[in-house]
Protein backbone atom coordinates (compact mmCIF):
# COMPACT_ATOMS: atom_id res chain seq x y z
CA UNK A 1 0.00 0.00 0.00
CA UNK A 2 1.45 3.46 -0.98
CA UNK A 3 -0.09 6.50 0.15
CA UNK A 4 -0.23 9.83 -2.01
CA UNK A 5 2.19 12.28 -0.69
CA UNK A 6 0.63 15.15 -0.05
CA UNK A 7 0.67 18.06 2.64
CA UNK A 8 -1.42 16.23 5.20
CA UNK A 9 -4.69 18.14 6.08
CA UNK A 10 -3.78 17.48 9.41
CA UNK A 11 -1.32 18.26 12.40
CA UNK A 12 -0.01 14.92 14.73
CA UNK A 13 1.46 15.58 18.03
CA UNK A 14 3.12 14.19 21.34
CA UNK A 15 1.79 15.00 24.39
CA UNK A 16 3.35 13.86 27.38
CA UNK A 17 5.43 10.36 27.99
CA UNK A 18 6.52 7.70 30.77
CA UNK A 19 8.97 5.22 30.40
CA UNK A 20 10.86 2.73 32.82
CA UNK A 21 13.70 0.72 32.30
CA UNK A 22 14.98 -3.07 33.44
CA UNK A 23 18.27 -2.10 35.55
CA UNK A 24 19.34 -5.81 35.27
CA UNK A 25 19.49 -5.28 30.99
CA UNK A 26 19.80 -1.35 31.13
CA UNK A 27 22.53 0.58 32.08
CA UNK A 28 21.46 4.28 31.72
CA UNK A 29 18.24 5.23 30.01
CA UNK A 30 16.93 8.94 29.20
CA UNK A 31 14.03 10.16 27.50
CA UNK A 32 12.51 13.52 26.84
CA UNK A 33 10.18 15.28 24.77
CA UNK A 34 11.72 18.61 23.76
CA UNK A 35 10.26 21.44 21.56
CA UNK A 36 11.66 21.05 17.42
CA UNK A 37 10.51 22.34 13.80
CA UNK A 38 6.65 23.19 15.39
CA UNK A 39 6.55 19.44 16.98
CA UNK A 40 7.34 17.86 20.64
CA UNK A 41 10.29 15.72 19.47
CA UNK A 42 11.50 12.60 21.26
CA UNK A 43 15.00 12.49 21.98
CA UNK A 44 16.35 9.11 23.75
CA UNK A 45 19.55 7.63 24.43
CA UNK A 46 20.11 4.14 25.79
CA UNK A 47 22.78 1.95 26.99
CA UNK A 48 22.27 -1.87 27.43
CA UNK A 49 24.22 -3.70 30.61
CA UNK A 50 24.15 -6.46 28.12
CA UNK A 51 24.55 -7.58 24.88
CA UNK A 52 20.50 -8.03 23.50
CA UNK A 53 20.31 -11.18 21.26
CA UNK A 54 16.66 -11.28 20.99
CA UNK A 55 13.66 -8.83 21.23
CA UNK A 56 9.65 -8.66 21.15
CA UNK A 57 8.08 -5.61 20.65
CA UNK A 58 4.69 -5.28 21.73
CA UNK A 59 3.00 -1.98 20.09
CA UNK A 60 -0.05 -0.63 20.81
CA UNK A 61 -2.62 2.34 20.25
CA UNK A 62 -5.81 2.97 22.43
CA UNK A 63 -8.57 6.09 22.71
CA UNK A 64 -11.27 6.55 24.69
CA UNK A 65 -14.40 6.28 23.21
CA UNK A 66 -17.50 8.52 23.55
CA UNK A 67 -19.01 6.36 26.18
CA UNK A 68 -15.58 5.93 28.36
CA UNK A 69 -14.80 2.35 26.95
CA UNK A 70 -11.20 2.13 25.66
CA UNK A 71 -10.84 1.47 22.44
CA UNK A 72 -7.85 -0.51 21.22
CA UNK A 73 -6.86 0.02 17.92
CA UNK A 74 -4.08 -1.61 17.05
CA UNK A 75 -2.28 -4.08 19.14
CA UNK A 76 0.86 -5.85 17.84
CA UNK A 77 3.82 -8.29 18.86
CA UNK A 78 6.46 -8.63 16.37
CA UNK A 79 10.15 -10.11 16.54
CA UNK A 80 12.57 -6.86 17.24
CA UNK A 81 15.37 -8.29 15.70
CA UNK A 82 12.83 -8.91 12.53
CA UNK A 83 11.79 -5.10 12.56
CA UNK A 84 15.83 -4.11 12.44
CA UNK A 85 16.64 -6.39 9.57
CA UNK A 86 13.09 -4.53 7.76
CA UNK A 87 11.31 -8.58 7.35
CA UNK A 88 8.06 -6.49 8.16
CA UNK A 89 8.80 -3.44 5.71
CA UNK A 90 6.39 -5.00 2.82
CA UNK A 91 3.07 -6.16 5.19
CA UNK A 92 3.12 -2.33 7.17
CA UNK A 93 3.87 0.99 5.36
CA UNK A 94 3.37 2.92 8.96
CA UNK A 95 5.99 0.68 10.38
CA UNK A 96 8.18 0.37 7.57
CA UNK A 97 8.56 4.72 7.35
CA UNK A 98 8.94 4.54 10.87
CA UNK A 99 11.60 2.73 11.05
CA UNK A 100 13.39 4.51 7.73
CA UNK A 101 12.66 7.04 9.84
CA UNK A 102 14.62 5.98 12.78
CA UNK A 103 17.45 4.44 10.79
CA UNK A 104 18.13 7.88 9.42
CA UNK A 105 18.50 9.23 13.03
CA UNK A 106 20.36 6.65 14.90
CA UNK A 107 23.32 5.26 12.72
CA UNK A 108 24.42 2.91 15.23
CA UNK A 109 21.66 1.22 15.54
CA UNK A 110 22.17 -2.49 13.96
CA UNK A 111 20.89 -3.84 10.71
CA UNK A 112 20.58 -6.99 12.79
CA UNK A 113 20.45 -8.54 16.40
CA UNK A 114 22.21 -8.39 18.63
CA UNK A 115 22.46 -4.83 20.27
CA UNK A 116 25.99 -4.52 21.88
CA UNK A 117 26.43 -3.78 25.85
CA UNK A 118 27.98 -0.55 26.47
CA UNK A 119 27.05 0.99 23.20
CA UNK A 120 24.95 4.57 23.21
CA UNK A 121 22.01 4.04 21.33
CA UNK A 122 20.75 7.65 20.60
CA UNK A 123 17.47 8.92 18.89
CA UNK A 124 17.41 12.31 18.54
CA UNK A 125 14.46 15.17 17.48
CA UNK A 126 11.55 12.03 16.42
CA UNK A 127 8.76 13.75 15.85
CA UNK A 128 5.31 11.99 14.03
CA UNK A 129 5.76 13.35 10.60
CA UNK A 130 2.46 13.50 8.95
CA UNK A 131 3.70 12.32 5.30
CA UNK A 132 4.60 9.34 7.39
CA UNK A 133 0.57 8.53 7.99
CA UNK A 134 -2.40 7.57 5.81
CA UNK A 135 -3.95 10.79 3.77
CA UNK A 136 -6.87 10.78 6.01
CA UNK A 137 -6.86 10.91 10.11
CA UNK A 138 -9.53 11.57 12.13
CA UNK A 139 -9.24 14.09 15.35
CA UNK A 140 -8.60 11.93 18.10
CA UNK A 141 -6.42 11.55 21.20
CA UNK A 142 -4.31 7.95 21.92
CA UNK A 143 -2.18 6.60 23.82
CA UNK A 144 0.50 4.19 22.68
CA UNK A 145 3.10 2.17 24.27
CA UNK A 146 6.26 0.26 23.32
CA UNK A 147 7.60 -2.29 25.39
CA UNK A 148 10.24 -4.31 25.25
CA UNK A 149 10.85 -7.80 25.92
CA UNK A 150 13.90 -10.35 26.09
CA UNK A 151 12.25 -13.40 27.16
CA UNK A 152 10.25 -12.94 30.23
CA UNK A 153 12.13 -10.15 31.34
CA UNK A 154 11.34 -7.00 30.58
CA UNK A 155 13.92 -4.05 29.18
CA UNK A 156 11.52 -1.17 28.29
CA UNK A 157 8.46 0.22 28.77
CA UNK A 158 7.52 3.48 27.14
CA UNK A 159 3.89 5.24 27.17
CA UNK A 160 3.56 8.16 24.70
CA UNK A 161 0.61 10.22 24.64
CA UNK A 162 -0.47 12.17 21.48
CA UNK A 163 -3.07 13.86 19.50
CA UNK A 164 -4.34 14.10 15.89
CA UNK A 165 -5.72 17.62 15.05
CA UNK A 166 -7.41 19.10 11.84
CA UNK A 167 -5.59 21.80 10.47
CA UNK A 168 -8.58 23.37 8.97
CA UNK A 169 -11.02 23.08 12.47
CA UNK A 170 -12.34 21.21 14.61
CA UNK A 171 -14.40 18.26 13.16
CA UNK A 172 -16.82 15.99 14.79
CA UNK A 173 -16.80 12.53 15.99
CA UNK A 174 -18.97 12.13 12.39
CA UNK A 175 -16.56 14.16 10.26
CA UNK A 176 -18.91 17.08 10.03
CA UNK A 177 -17.25 20.75 10.43
CA UNK A 178 -17.98 23.42 13.24
CA UNK A 179 -20.65 25.55 12.49
CA UNK A 180 -18.91 27.97 10.99
CA UNK A 181 -18.10 25.97 8.28
CA UNK A 182 -14.49 25.29 8.96
Known amino acids: MNFISTARPFIMDF ?11 VKSMNFK ?23 RIIHWVTTV ?12 TVNGCDIIAD ?4 QNTITEAVIKKIREKVPQLPRKCPFTKDTEFSLINFYLDEEMMPVYLPNIK ?14 IK ?19 RNKNGI
Open 65 to 76: KANGEIWKIYNV
Open 158 to 176: IMLNAHVESKKGQRSANGT
Open 87 to 90: QYAK
Open 15 to 25: DSLNYEFNPRF
Open 142 to 155: FETAFNMYTKNDYL
Open 33 to 55: LIPYDQHNAVNVSIFFRRIINSM
